[in-house]
Antibody, heavy 122, light 109 residues
Framework: QVQLVQSGAEVKKPGASVKVSCKASGYTFTSYGISWVRQAPGQGLEWMGWISAYNGNTNYAQKLQGRVTMTTDTSTSTAYMELRSLRSDDTAVYYC???????????????WGQGTLVTVSS | EIVLTQSPATLSLSPGERATLSCRASQSVSSYLAWYQQKPGQAPRLLIYDASNRATGIPARFSGSGSGTDFTLTISSLEPEDFAVYYCQQRSNWPPKYTFGQGTKLEIK
C-alpha cells in the first residue's frame, strides 16, 4: 500500500537547522510530488511548500522563503525538508504528504506521513 | 493570499444526527477544494477532493458540495468515530499556493 514514513522526533536549539526525511513506498515516486505541512501545538495546519519528485521543481510558502529547502533522492524514494535559523515558534509536528507531479495538476494531498515532532528550545 | 474561513468553530451533535460544516473562500477557488479529518495524535486523512469527490475508502455518509467561494461538508448520520477536527484546503492557480481553513471541531453532545 502507499505509505510515507518520516524520521523521528528532533530537539534543536534556536538558530540551528533541522532536516526531516520522508520515505515513500508502494507507488512510483517520480510520478508525484511531496508537500510539507506543519502543525504547531494545538493549532491548525500550515502548508510549507511542495516539490516535484519528477523534476525537482519547488514552490515554497512566502513566509518561509529563504529558510526552507525541499529536496528529493529518487534513488531511495525519499523526500527531505530542511528548515534553518530555527525559532521557538517553529516548534510543531511536521508532515509530508503525497501531492501532484506538477503543482497545477492536482489540488489535494493523500496520503500523509505519520508526522515528526520538532521541538525548538534553549 | 486566499483565506478560508470555516464555520462553526465547534459543532456539538449526537451520534445519528446530520452534520453540516461550512468553508468559505475569500475569492473563487473554482472546485479546487479538499476536506480532511484529523483525530488526536493522528495525521490528517483526505475525505473529499475537488469539492465533491470522495477519496478511496471514505464512507458514503460523507459528501461534499459547492464551488467558487462556498463549500459544505455533510455527514449524513454521525458515527462515534466521526467526532474529530475537520479542515478544508484550497489551491490557488496563480500564484500556485495552498491554504487551510482554521478547522471545525466536531464534538459529541
Amino acid at each position: 500500500q502507499v505509505q510515507l514514513v518520516q524520521s523521528g522526533a528532533e530537539v534543536k536549539k534556536p538558530g540551528a537547522s533541522v532536516k526531516v526525511s520522508c520515505k515513500a513506498s508502494g507507488y512510483t515516486f517520480t510520478s508525484y510530488g511531496i508537500s510539507w505541512v506543519r502543525q504547531a501545538p494545538g493549532q491548525g495546519l500550515e502548508w510549507m511548500g511542495w516539490i516535484s519528485a519528477y523534476n525537482g521543481n519547488t514552490n515554497y510558502a512566502q513566509k518561509l522563503q529563504g529558510r526552507v529547502t525541499m529536496t528529493t533522492d529518487t534513488s531511495t524514494s525519499t523526500a527531505y525538508m530542511e528548515l534553518r535559523s530555527l525559532r521557538s515558534d517553529d516548534t510543531a509536528v511536521y508532515y509530508c504528504a503525497r501531492g501532484p507531479i506538477s503543482i497545477l495538476s492536482q489540488a489535494w494531498f493523500d496520503p500523509w506521513g505519520q508526522g515528526t515532532l520538532v521541538t525548538v528550545s534553549s | 493570499e486566499i483565506v478560508l474561513t470555516q464555520s462553526p468553530a465547534t459543532l456539538s451533535l449526537s451520534p445519528g444526527e446530520r452534520a453540516t460544516l461550512s468553508c468559505r473562500a475569500s475569492q473563487s477557488v473554482s472546485s479546487y477544494l479538499a476536506w480532511y479529518q484529523q483525530k488526536p495524535g493522528q495525521a490528517p486523512r483526505l475525505l473529499i477532493y475537488d469539492a465533491s469527490n470522495r477519496a478511496t475508502g471514505i464512507p458514503a455518509r460523507f459528501s461534499g458540495s459547492g464551488s467558487g467561494t462556498d463549500f459544505t461538508l455533510t455527514i449524513s448520520s454521525l458515527e462515534p468515530e466521526d467526532f474529530a477536527v475537520y479542515y478544508c484546503q484550497q489551491r490557488s492557480n496563480w500564484p500556485p499556493k495552498y491554504t487551510f481553513g482554521q478547522g471545525t471541531k466536531l464534538e459529541i453532545k
